[in-house]
């Protein structure tokens, strides 16, 4: 099985700071996705990165894949309350059957007004 | 309307019950899947379906089973529930050209 480990679990800022939240295995994914999951929703997709050393922005939001496609990092600049959710990571593994999602277990971001 | 629904929302129900979740998707995806989420433990796979006559067991598959009764529905069954079976189900769906999986709104479920 491939785990993912997310860090910090929890996570509670005042709106304007930055932070990044951690994804990381031992484990090589073809590509890694990261979700955002509010309150009494699903996750809802935000980014996939699929190369070793890409890196994707999104507003705020700025997403890295490790070189050896092991690790992901979420950096979120000026964060506003908005921003508050549950993020997860999900691996899609390099064999085994296709599109098969390993969730991270998340880390729940807080942004204080 | 949503594209992936997921019914009932909440549900409270007595060890040993046997319980239905339902899901329907109108993204005319083929393939299918149940999680459940617990705290600090992200969300775990149970079963996946990638078509109507395709099943297959994921990470915690034990005490539950599924039924994919056509491309748009998927059901998860608790045949006698347990306590330890009190989490959030989420079913989600995927097509086979594309990794992203959209999500349902979750069903709660508490087994007492």
């Known amino acids: 099985t491939q785990l993912l480990e997310q860090s910090p679990q929890f996570l509670s800022i005042q709106e304007g700071e930055n932070l990044t939240v951690y994804c990381n295995s031992s484990s090589v994914f073809s590509s890694l996705q990261w979700y955002r999951q509010e309150p009494g929703e699903g996750p809802v997709l935000l980014v996939t990165?699929?190369?070793?050393?890409e890196v994707k922005k999104l507003k705020r939001l700025t997403f890295q894949f490790g070189d050896a496609r092991k690790d992901s990092s979420l950096h979120i600049t000026a964060a506003q309350p908005g921003d508050t959710g549950l993020y997860l990571c999900a691996g899609s593994p390099l064999v085994g059957s296709a599109r098969q999602l390993t969730f991270g277990s998340g880390t729940q971001l807080t942004v204080l007004p | 309307d949503a594209d992936v629904t997921q019914t009932p929302r909440n549900r409270i129900t007595k060890t040993g019950k046997r319980i239905m979740l339902e899901c329907s998707q109108t993204?005319?995806?083929?393939?299918m899947y149940w999680y459940r989420q617990d705290p600090g433990l992200g969300l775990r796979l149970i079963y996946y379906?990638?078509?109507?006559?395709?099943?297959n067991k994921g990470e915690i598959s034990d005490g539950y089973s599924v039924s994919r009764q056509a491309q748009a529905k998927f059901s998860l069954s608790l045949e006698s529930a347990i306590p330890n079976q009190t989490a959030l189900y989420f079913c989600a769906t995927s097509d086979h050209l594309e990794g992203t999986q959209y999500f349902g709104p979750g069903t709660r479920l508490t087994v007492l």
């Open positions: 990165v699929v190369t070793g050393g």
């Open positions: 993204k005319g995806h083929d393939r």
């Open positions: 379906s990638f078509d109507v006559k395709d099943i």
